[in-house]
């Protein structure tokens, strides 16, 4: 089993940035994030591959925000750039066990057998 614990999670004020960072126990092969805001399904955001060429973005996330990961401490991180207040949502990270997906296939929910206890951010106007 492993465990994932996500940090830097916080306030922020529109246009300003967070970085997000997500320590998993163990090794994992993709690794990405997805959030929920209050009222709404969870939804994705970002993942990575265990090669980090292999990326997938949501569109909301394109362009603001970076992953990226760190084999070698199984770490991945979210920088989040020109935050907006609908980026406000609880986020969380995810692992999986198939070193096998790419693309659209990173955005899948159930391809991710391990799941953080989430972060809060919130932008305001």
């Known amino acids: 089993q492993v465990q994932l614990v996500e940090s830097g999670g916080g306030l922020v004020q529109a246009g300003g940035s967070l970085r997000l960072s997500c320590a998993a126990s163990?090794?994992?092969?993709?690794m990405g994030w997805f959030r929920q805001a209050p009222g709404k399904e969870r939804e994705f955001v970002a993942a990575i591959g265990w090669s980090a060429g292999n990326i997938f973005y949501a569109d909301s996330a394109k362009g603001r925000f970076t992953i990226s990961r760190d084999n070698a401490k199984n770490t991945v991180y979210l920088q989040m750039n020109s935050l907006k207040p609908e980026d406000t949502a609880v986020y969380y990270c995810?692992?999986?066990?198939?070193?096998?997906?790419?693309?659209?296939?990173?955005?899948?929910?159930?391809?991710?057998?391990?799941w953080g206890q989430g972060t809060q951010v919130t932008v305001s106007s």
């Open positions: 163990g090794r994992t092969a993709s």
């Open positions: 995810a692992a999986g066990r198939n070193y096998g997906l790419g693309g659209q296939s990173l955005a899948t929910p159930d391809k991710y057998a391990y």
